[in-house]
Every structure is written in structure tokens, then in C-alpha cells.
């Protein structure tokens, strides 16, 4: 059974950074996959954030490129979302999602994915 726990959210102040952690069990990283940060704030609809695939092949939501980093650690099943120069727009719950569905990864924006985590809350300040 798929597990992801996110971990790392937290209150900054505009212009700040922070790293959110996502850790996965359950799936073997071996095989095609991908893992995702999606993001959803009070009274919006959530919103995909960035994505990457087993192959490390990285993809990011429009708001947020330039700034945000989505990268793997520990054999693969760590996902880390590095995010610098926040804005007070940033502030969501975010949430981490994995699937091992080339067809869903591909239309990942669509928040179609499998699994999911239970979010971490991530508030920036003006």
C-alpha cells in the first residue's frame, strides 16, 4: 500500500524559502512513476505545482517556475520541493501525489493521480 507523508510546511515571511519533504513507501521506485506537488488555498480549486518521473524528467506549474525546485532524494523515495523568493499568493495547503500511470502522469495538471498525501501548510506573510 502506496504512504506519502508530507513534512517541512510551515510560516515565512515574503521572499523567504522553505522545503517541503514527501515521503513515500509502498511502490517500487524501479518502475515508471511520478510524483507530484499540487497545492490548494482557502476557496480556490488545487492547482498542480511541479512534477517529476522516474527518469527525473522535472515539469512546473506556470506560477511557480523560476522559484520552486522539485528534486528526489534517498534511493528515489523522498520528493523534495525546494521553494524560494515565496509570495503571499503561495500560501496553500500543499499536497504530494504519486502514480505509477504513464497516461495519468502525463495529464498530472489535472490532479488525476492515484495516491496522495495529507498536505503540509506552507503561509507566507506580506
Known amino acids: 500500500q502506496v504512504q506519502l507523508v508530507e513534512s517541512g510546511g510551515g510560516s515565512v515571511q515574503a521572499g523567504g524559502s522553505l522545503r517541503l519533504s514527501c515521503e513515500a513507501s509502498?511502490?517500487?521506485?524501479?518502475?515508471?512513476?511520478?510524483m507530484a506537488w499540487f497545492r490548494q488555498a482557502p476557496g480556490k480549486e488545487r492547482e498542480g505545482v511541479a512534477r517529476?518521473?522516474?527518469?527525473?524528467?522535472?515539469l512546473y506549474g506556470n506560477s511557480v517556475k523560476g522559484r520552486f525546485t522539485i528534486s528526489r532524494e534517498n534511493t528515489k523515495s523522498t520528493l523534495i520541493l525546494q521553494m524560494n523568493s515565496l509570495k503571499p499568493e503561495d500560501t496553500a495547503m500543499y499536497y504530494c501525489a504519486l502514480d505509477t500511470s504513464a497516461a495519468r502522469c502525463i495529464r498530472w495538471l489535472n490532479g488525476d493521480l492515484t495516491h496522495w498525501g495529507r498536505g503540509t501548510q506552507v503561509t507566507v506573510s506580506s
Open positions: 509502498g511502490f517500487t521506485a524501479s518502475t515508471y512513476y511520478c
Open positions: 517529476i518521473n522516474n527518469i527525473g524528467t522535472t
